[in-house]
Structures are given as C-alpha cells and as structure tokens.
C-alpha cells in the first residue's frame, strides 16, 4: 500500500489545496488551518526572512487524491518552535559540527499541542504517516541538514514516532482543566481560603482602577482598530528585548479570518485601550498567546491573561485554558502542571546517542518536577 502513496513539498502553505487543509484538518482548530498558516506566511511571521522557509509535505494516492498533510519548515534558528534546543546548539559548536538548519514540523510561534501528521482515516492511515516520515527524513538527507522535530505532537503521535526511532523529549507547561463549577464564583470556591482570598483581591485591585474590561471576537474588531491594539503588544515585547513577528496587519487578517475562533480581552481607560491578551479558541479548549500593556497596572496580566479566560471558558463550556509556556505564576491561579512531548530524529548518530541519554535524564527530571509543582495547586484538600 504504502508504495502507491507519493509525497511532494510545497514552498507555502497556501500552494497547498485548500479543500485539503480543510478535510484533513480538526474541524474548528484555530491554527491547524490553511488560513493562520497561510496568513503568518504570507506576513513574514513564517518565512523565509525570519528564517522561516515552508517545506510542507503532501502525500497523495494513486488516483492523486490528498490523503496526508505534514506542516514543515526548514530553520535557521530556534526561536519561535518551543522545542528549547538551545543547549543541543550549543553541543553542536563544542563538538565543531553545525546546527542549523534544521527542519521542524511545528506550529510557529504557538506552543499547542496536537496532531501533526494530518491524515484521512481509512485502511491506508498507517501507510500515509509512514509515508509521511519516510518523506520527512528524506528531505533532511537530501537538503544536509542536522535533525527533524516535531513540536507537541499529540499522544498517539508520540508513540508512533518513538516506535518511528525518534527521539522524545519532554515538557511542562501549565493548564486549566474545567472543574464544571458554573462560574468564577464556584470556581473560587475550589480554592483554600487564603488561595480564594488572593485572588478576589487581585480581581478586586482591577475593578477599582477604573478600568473597563471588554471580551471581543476577530469578527467584532474592526481593522482600523488593530494598529492601537498591536502597539501595547509590540511595545511590552520590545520591553523584553523580544521581537514582535507579528504585524497589525496580520493581526487584523487572523482577526476577519478566523472570526469567533480569536478571543480578545481588552482594558481600557476612558475609552482607549491600555492592555490586550489577544487569545484563539477551538470548540474545546482556549488559548492565550499574546499579551500587551501601555503601562504598569497593578494585577491587571492576572485579570486579561487568566481571570477573564477562565471565566470565558466557564461561559462557555470549553474544557481546557491553555495559556502559553511557562511560568509557575500559574499554579496559584489553578493552573495544573501538564507534561507534553516533542519528538526528534538526529541524523548524526553519535550526537543522537549522546542527546538520548539527555533526554533520559530530562524526562525523570520533569516528572519529579511536575508532581512537586501540583503541590503547590490553590485547591482546597478536605
């Protein structure tokens, strides 16, 4: 079977079929789509630029029909893929062989686990992800490059590309997971007592400043409004010596693209906006990706990062909030430690022996860190 299925690469996402990243793609999905690959391509946010050059992988069966879909870049650097493979760079110039390029199948700039092998079911489904890696390390070898990751893939992916010889390398970020208590209210009153006590504090510092919070969706902000919104987001980057990939215009083409599948939380004072956390959302889970603010107000990141979306998801009965990498800020809020994978073929096989025994050391480690983190949850233990 696995014979009849033929792969070519596509420079762009939008070279691809469009009824294919439809059919093939979760349904309601904010980034798994033709449409936020495409316009964050199109904006420079993925390209060739930033170091970002698309090499998707299209696998088709003999009748020439689009059965698999695999998003693929080649890299110049690690920014934006969420692997943090820094200190595996830093091995390669010690051991004076290169690096980068290398070639990632990932979301850029968005830390969201999920499928990426995007395949039809059906008899061949196995055929067309064997296909698909086949196609994959093929194109490594053929380009000279170092490696192939693949970004928080979902579970089954997991143990499909380890059993694939990939190695798995591990994780932790932070999740609300719906307790289905109705409201903030019932939520809080999951919490301990100094826990709860903290946060209406928090909440309470916000409604006294005066402020006024507002939800929107893409379809309900107009575009001449993105260049206010986008400078809060690109200043506070800028305050961190980190670089804005992403545009006005960008943001306003996700925005009429994607509708209600973006979720904006905007503060502002006397009218003008001074703080945005711009978030997606599918028909399960949230998604909080970046934030911005004109000024230092004083618990106002808790309030549009975290309280308004949990409060979003309480309303509407999404089951997760996944708000970004990092940060144990989070668990006082009720975010729990969740540990998620990446998977990695090295195509050295002294350094793919070497960084296996990395990461098995890492995995033991992050798992010692996740149950000590979960400790530390604000939930009443009665």
């Not at 934006?80 to 493979?85: A, E, L, R, T, V």
Request: one cysteine or more; glycine letters at 8%.
């Amino acid at each position: 079977m696995q014979s009849c299925i033929s792969i070519t690469v596509a420079p762009s996402a939008s070279a691809l079929p469009r009824s294919a990243w439809a059919r093939l793609c979760p349904a309601g999905h904010p980034f798994l789509n033709a449409d936020f690959l495409t316009i964050i391509e199109q904006h420079g946010a993925a390209a060739r630029a930033w170091g970002w050059a698309a090499r998707h992988l299209l696998a088709s069966d003999e009748s020439g029909a689009v059965v698999g879909l695999l998003p693929l870049y080649v890299k110049t650097h690690s920014h934006g893929d969420f692997i943090y493979d820094w200190s595996w760079a830093a091995a390669y110039r010690q051991l004076g062989r290169e690096y980068y390029p290398k070639l990632m199948s990932c979301l850029p700039h968005t830390p969201v686990a999920g499928p990426r092998f995007l395949v039809a079911a059906g008899l061949q489904a196995a055929s067309v992800r064997q296909a698909l890696v086949d196609g994959a390390r093929k194109l490594l070898a053929s380009a000279g490059l170092s490696s192939w990751h693949v970004a928080l893939p979902d579970d089954d992916e997991v143990q499909r590309l380890h059993n694939a010889g990939l190695l798995i390398s591990h994780d932790v970020q932070f999740h609300w997971l719906n307790p289905g208590c109705g409201d903030f209210d019932g939520y809080l009153a999951t919490f301990s007592a100094a826990k709860r006590r903290k946060v209406k504090a928090e909440r309470r510092r916000v409604q006294e400043s005066g402020l006024a919070i507002e939800t929107r969706h893409g379809d309900q902000i107009d575009a001449a409004e993105w260049p206010l919104l986008h400078a809060l987001y690109a200043d506070t980057f800028e305050k961190f010596n980190n670089h804005a990939v992403f545009s006005a215009a960008c943001f306003a083409d996700l925005a009429t693209a994607l509708g209600r599948r973006m979720v904006v939380f905007v503060a502002r004072d006397r009218g003008l906006p001074v703080a945005v956390a711009i978030c997606f959302r599918s028909d399960e889970a949230l998604y909080g990706r970046y934030w911005g603010s004109s000024g230092h107000y004083h618990s106002l990141h808790f309030e549009l990062c975290f309280y308004q979306g949990i409060a979003y998801c309480l309303e509407h009965g999404l089951a997760r909030f996944e708000p970004g990498a990092g940060g144990e800020h989070k668990l006082s809020r009720g975010f729990t430690p969740t540990v998620v994978h990446s998977a990695h073929w090295i195509a050295d096989p002294e350094m793919r022996a070497l960084l296996a025994r990395h990461r098995a050391q890492q995995g033991q480690a992050l798992a010692d860190y996740r149950d000590q983190a979960a400790e530390h949850l604000p939930f009443r233990r009665d």
